[in-house]
């Protein structure tokens, strides 16, 4: 998947940067936490239609989520409280984006398939969101790993949803694009979903 690769260039450029900040005294969680205080300010400027600021604050935010994890490595911190902590607030981080969009009135629906309103759209990415980790928890708790399988994970999605809103922001016609690039957000997370199950349900082994 793209998101390994990603995740394998920057932890050997930001790598030392992390021993630093662990060095300092900051925490791992403290930056988990502080990642979600980020996404809701970008969130906040997107139900605000301030997508300028939405995209360098979601940045940002990103930046941290993907901190947390890299700090918590390179200083040998790494836990169990950790891991729950990180997992969790992507959930509500994800509820805050996609919430933006339905409540800032974003979401239209799309020429020749307008029975499918664009808050329908936005739930269905959400949904694809949640189920994208949940397939995933479920299976490795019964034994069956999942990395790296699925088209689409949260650093890929993050990037597409910011990409979208920029050009939107640039084209001027952002109800638009965000639309399309959400309803494709729905489309591949819960494709993601389906190729988890099917993968599980290759591996797994009844008794």
């Known amino acids: 998947m793209l998101s390994k690769t990603l995740k394998n260039i920057a ?3 930001l790598k030392p940067m992390a021993v630093v900040i662990g060095k300092m005294g900051v925490k791992p969680n403290h930056i988990t936490v502080m990642g979600l205080f980020l996404t809701f300010w970008a969130a906040w400027f997107i139900y605000n239609k301030d997508i300028y600021f939405a995209f360098l604050i979601g ?45 800032g009135g974003w979401m239209k629906p799309i ?10 759209w936005a739930m269905a990415a959400l ?4 189920q994208t980790s949940y397939a995933r928890a479920a299976a ?19 990037f597409i949803f910011g ?10 016609d952002v109800e638009i694009i965000i ?7 729905a489309i591949l997370g819960n494709l993601t979903v389906i190729q988890r199950m099917a993968h ?7 008794e």
Do not use: H
Request: aromatic share 10%; with cysteine.
């Open 11 to 13: 932890e050997r450029l």
């Open 140 to 158: 490795e708790r019964l034994g069956i790993s999942q990395e790296g399988i699925g088209i689409i994970e949260r650093p890929e999605r993050l």
């Open 111 to 120: 020429n020749g398939i307008d029975f499918i309103s664009g808050e329908m």
């Open 59 to 103: 940045l940002l935010a990103s930046l941290f989520d993907g901190a947390d994890g890299l700090v918590a490595r390179s200083t040998g911190t790494s836990s169990k409280r950790g891991g729950y902590l990180d997992a969790v607030l992507d959930r509500y981080a994800d509820c805050l984006a996609f919430g933006a969009l339905i409540l």
């Open 127 to 130: 949904v694809g969101a949640f």
């Open 163 to 172: 990409i979208g809103l920029l050009i939107g922001e640039l084209m001027n």
């Open 179 to 185: 639309t399309f690039v959400v309803a494709f957000l």
């Open 200 to 206: 599980f349900w290759r591996e797994a082994k009844d």
